[in-house]
């Protein structure tokens, strides 16, 4: 679905029954029906570094439901970079990448 907006839909709602119901024969009941939008990173990598115009803010995000397995990891390279002068992160989850 590429529905990108908070509008309920009868296609959403039908498709989120249906699979409920394969994944379960138990008897249930509808209480009430949302949308909303999941944030997420553009390229589904962490962002790591320093704000581009505040370098006294620090950014470790987007580590998402795969990203999180690297979360020890990349904590280590945070940690890395934020304590060792010009310690570089990986171009591919620094910040800098949207600049």
Do not use: Q
């Not at 039908?14 to 249930?28: A, E, H, T, V």
């Not at 570094?49 to 620090?58: I, N």
């Not at 580590?63 to 310690?87: H, I, Q, W």
């Amino acid at each position: 679905m590429e529905n990108r907006n908070e509008e309920l839909t009868l296609e959403a709602r039908m498709d989120l029954l249906g699979r409920l119901d394969n994944l379960i024969s138990l008897p249930y009941t509808v209480v009430n029906h949302w949308a909303g939008i999941r944030p997420t990173v553009i390229d589904r990598r962490p962002v790591l570094g320093t704000h581009p115009l505040h370098k006294h803010v620090a950014i470790f995000n987007g580590l998402g439901t795969k990203g999180v397995m690297l979360a020890p990891y990349f904590a280590r390279e945070m940690v890395r970079f934020l304590s060792v002068n010009d310690y570089p992160l990986a171009k591919e989850v620094d910040i800098r990448r949207f600049l």
